[in-house]
């Protein structure tokens, strides 16, 4: 491809450039491009599709593919562009992308390798120009000016932003409080922020094109690509997180989104709000001119990757820039993936040979960017199937991980982080390579985006959305700023007045103050958010007595509601989720969620020792195997649902199950140091978690009870086991089975009634507690129809009966 014309055609926002690009690449027989967003990859391949046919047309991205066998011309992210596939034209989209910290990399390689057979064209801020001229000699510009002006219209109140606004803040609090105040004064918001899927953003966006709201409310997820009718753009903040630290936004970075007013020939205009001050005349002058600095660097890693072995490849990753312009990227994302697998000592030993699978692993992306431990551990187990023997994830793992997010219950913030993780197996769905049916995959992780996305698009709407009855506040409506403070003990006073509280981290207006409550909310949130940092830090801060775990699975900081648990991969390791909170950053968030992790793991390692013992207790394998079956039910297993049977364990297993703090009978198996009624409370509380059974009421302080008053899995996590018509705590049944075994080993016996009080029950029922531990009932004529009980050849307690078992002889017995 040496003879590819390669074209550089720059310019600011709403030149045209995109247009242009595509108009280019259908002129020959093949192309492809590459977008900075899959949103507006999308966008482009419905518009080709609809001109083209849908046969001729593809779209590669991370979490979507569909290519017709026919495919001419690809419509692609710029990160799931196919490089090895050879088209006559190729375009790359916003290519001043190229000095992006996280992903600047990408585009960079895609300057330097990227090329069409015939014509390869790049699109992109003019600052952009010196460093593609350095970068790739040859390259000829094509520079397009604005189609509209862009005018700089000074500071407003956001209450007095015109018709047809986008106001833009840098986090999600605050775009839920301007959102909040545009509901009261003016009926109502979309909104646009970078966690929103591509549905839902969609959604929010044809709200506003169709005029059902005349406000947009977003983050800088604006600035690139989204082409609508904004005719002003406010500025509430010039200042953001980047994940490292605050910063103010360069003027490039402001031009970007201001750019986003005025569309074709329609002139647009840009400012700030009231609160975030007037912008500096250099750099109103430089947006409104759209001059900015050059360029000086590109982001780059090395493409030419080792992959012999694992420290061959982290070392080609780890490779220097060739020249000055070039700077290495570093802790991608990708990367760090991989340093973590390699770590693991079973992941380093599987991935011999098998090392490109590794980084194709590693490269999966972690949508929800917040708990990359527990993203690791999906990556480590996702390669162990795929490095196995199937060499293929599980069909019926990949189901249920899709299904247990098929929930579209939930508020935004949980609904955002359903979406976040679904787009995970969204992405690994599309890899046909790794799953036996791909296609049937992708169909159930799109649907369950599809409905959490209209899920959370309801909800923003029902929050953010024309309640005409809300009472204004008089100095919001004069644009006054409220007075607001916050007490030590998390009372919220407004102007003097008791406004709510704030619970945990989220603050909880006063309901008698109604319509008001609205109105008082952001002059609160406002102050909370002065506070929030310092009140995280004591979270952090304080030491586990701190905490707590109510019964309904709250967890309680100071008394205080902050997070609950919710069902994780396994009973007995929940997870948590925060409480409802706009205050909280993303770097709160973390700091929180990291904290509380560290308790609760403290906590259930002190309280379930014997269990966390048992599980990592050196075992022969089938011992190991009823061990993990009595983890996993939280201490105790009925003999009917073990899959490993009792009576095939030697005396070493047995043994060895012993000194790991097991008891195995014929009527199951169980750990008795869990019997005090703290450790059973808390098994209880994980069961119901983990069962989605709220509510519960765990059986403790009773010996027996009828069986059917409680669900198995409930009485299993208590240490009750199943004896005929009774549910038995398991050391007492246990006692029982032993004064049996003592006295048969004579041959046939009478039941003694005293041995009711062991079990806690009635003596018309103690026969069949006793036919539920394997023996034959026999009635003693000579006895006056007494009892005889008599050990049948061997014999599962808590099999299924037959016609020779006692249960059928013993049906007519009634419970007291």
């Keep these: 491809m040496g003879d590819s014309k390669i074209t550089a055609v720059l310019g600011p926002t709403n030149t045209g450039k995109t247009f242009l690009a595509v108009e280019r690449m259908l002129g020959h027989r093949t192309g492809m491009i590459g977008f900075p967003l899959r949103l507006l990859a999308r966008e482009n391949y419905e518009r080709i599709a609809a001109a083209k046919g849908t046969g001729q047309v593809a779209l590669v991205t991370g979490e979507e593919r569909i290519v017709p066998s026919g495919a001419r011309w690809f419509v692609c992210t710029v990160e799931a562009m196919p490089m090895d596939r050879e088209v006559g034209f190729l375009a790359v989209d916003e290519i001043q992308m190229v000095a992006d910290r996280e992903r600047g990399h990408v585009f960079t390689d895609r300057l330097l390798n990227a090329r069409g057979r015939n014509e390869t064209m790049f699109m992109g801020a003019e600052s952009a120009r010196g460093l593609i001229r350095r970068l790739v000699p040859g390259a000829e510009f094509v520079v397009r000016p604005r189609l509209s002006t862009l005018t700089y219209a000074g500071p407003r109140k956001i209450t007095r932003l015109p018709r047809r606004s986008a106001v833009v803040a840098f986090s999600a609090a605050e775009v839920y409080e301007i959102a909040e105040l545009v ?155 991989l340093q973590h697998l390699a770590r693991d000592a079973e992941v380093r030993g599987k991935a011999q040979g098998r090392v490109a699978l590794l980084w194709e692993v590693a490269r999966i992306p972690d949508f929800r960017k917040q708990m990359s431990d527990s993203h690791t551990r999906l990556l480590a187990t996702i390669f162990g199937h795929l490095a196995g023997p199937a060499a293929r994830l599980p069909a019926d793992w990949v189901a249920k991980a899709i299904a247990r997010l098929d929930d579209p219950d939930g508020d935004i913030d949980r609904l955002l982080q359903k979406i976040a993780a679904i787009r995970t197996w969204t992405y690994v769905s599309h890899r046909a390579d790794w799953l036996g049916d791909a296609e049937t995959h992708q169909a159930r992780a799109r649907a369950v985006e599809d409905r959490l996305s209209d899920a959370l698009h309801e909800r923003l709407t029902q929050r953010f959305v024309d309640r005409r009855n809300a009472v204004i506040v008089r100095k919001l409506a004069d644009g006054s700023d409220l007075l607001a403070s916050v007490a030590a003990d998390g009372e ?82 929940p997870e948590i989720v925060l409480g409802r909170s706009d205050l909280l950053e993303p770097a709160h968030r973390q700091a929180v969620l990291r904290r509380l992790a560290d308790w609760l793991g403290v906590m259930l390692h002190s309280r379930l020792a014997p269990l ?170 000579d006895a006056g129809g007494r009892f005889i009980a008599k050990k049948p050849r061997a014999a599962r307690a808590g099999g299924p009966a037959d016609a020779h078992s006692p249960f059928a002889v013993l049906a007519p017995l009634k419970r007291p």
């Design 183 to 337: 509901r009261r004064q003016r009926g109502g918001a979309a909104l646009v922020f970078g966690a929103l899927s591509p549905r839902t953003r969609n959604a929010q966006v044809e709200m506003y094109q169709s005029g059902d709201v005349d406000y947009l409310v977003a983050t800088d997820a604006i600035g690139m690509g989204l082409n609508m009718d904004i005719d002003h753009v406010a500025f509430a903040a010039l200042a953001k997180f980047d994940g490292r630290g605050m910063r103010r936004l360069a003027a490039p970075e402001l031009g970007q989104i201001a750019g986003r007013a005025g569309r074709n020939m329609t002139n647009g205009t840009f400012g700030t709000t009231a609160d975030a001050g007037a912008l500096d005349p250099d750099v109103i002058s430089a947006i409104e001119d759209h001059r900015y600095p050059a360029l000086n660097h590109a982001y780059w890693r090395n493409s030419d990757l080792d992959f012999r072995s694992l420290d061959g490849l982290l070392a080609s990753l780890d490779a220097r820039a060739p020249s000055g312009e070039l700077v290495r990227v570093r802790d991608a994302d990708d990367h760090l993936a």
């Design 492 to 573: 919220v006073r407004v102007e003097g007045v008791h406004a709510g509280r704030l619970d945990g981290f989220e603050f909880r207006a006063d309901p008698t103050l109604d319509g008001g409550a609205s109105a008082v909310r952001a002059a609160a949130n406002r102050a909370l958010r002065r506070d929030i940092g310092v009140r995280v830090q004591r979270l952090v801060d304080d030491p586990d007595p701190a905490f707590e775990l109510a019964p309904d699975a709250r967890i309680l900081w100071l008394g205080h509601a902050v997070a609950r648990l919710v069902a994780g991969p396994r009973a007995l390791s």
């Design 612 to 781: 966390f013992r048992l599980e990592s207790d050196e075992l022969p394998p089938a011992a190991r195997g009823l061990a993990f079956e009595i983890v996993a039910a939280l201490g105790a297993v009925p003999a009917a649902a073990l899959t490993i049977a009792p009576e095939t364990l030697d005396k070493a297993m047995l043994g060895a199950l012993g000194r790991s703090g097991v008891r195995v009978g014929v009527y199951g198996a169980f750990v008795p140091a869990l019997k005090d009624h703290a450790s059973s409370k808390l098994r209880a509380l994980l069961w119901s978690v983990h069962a989605g059974v709220p509510n519960v009421q765990p059986p403790l302080g009773r010996i027996s009870f009828p069986i059917d008053a409680h669900p198995p899995g409930l009485l299993a996590a208590c240490l009750y086991l199943p004896a005929g018509p009774l549910a038995v705590r398991a050391d007492r049944l246990e006692k029982l089975a032993q004064s049996l075994a003592v006295v048969g080993r004579e041959g046939a016996f009478a039941i003694e009634p005293a041995w009711a009080r062991l079990v806690d029950c009635e003596a018309a029922i103690l026969p069949a507690v006793v036919a539920a531990l394997g023996y034959r009932m026999l009635r003693d004529p």
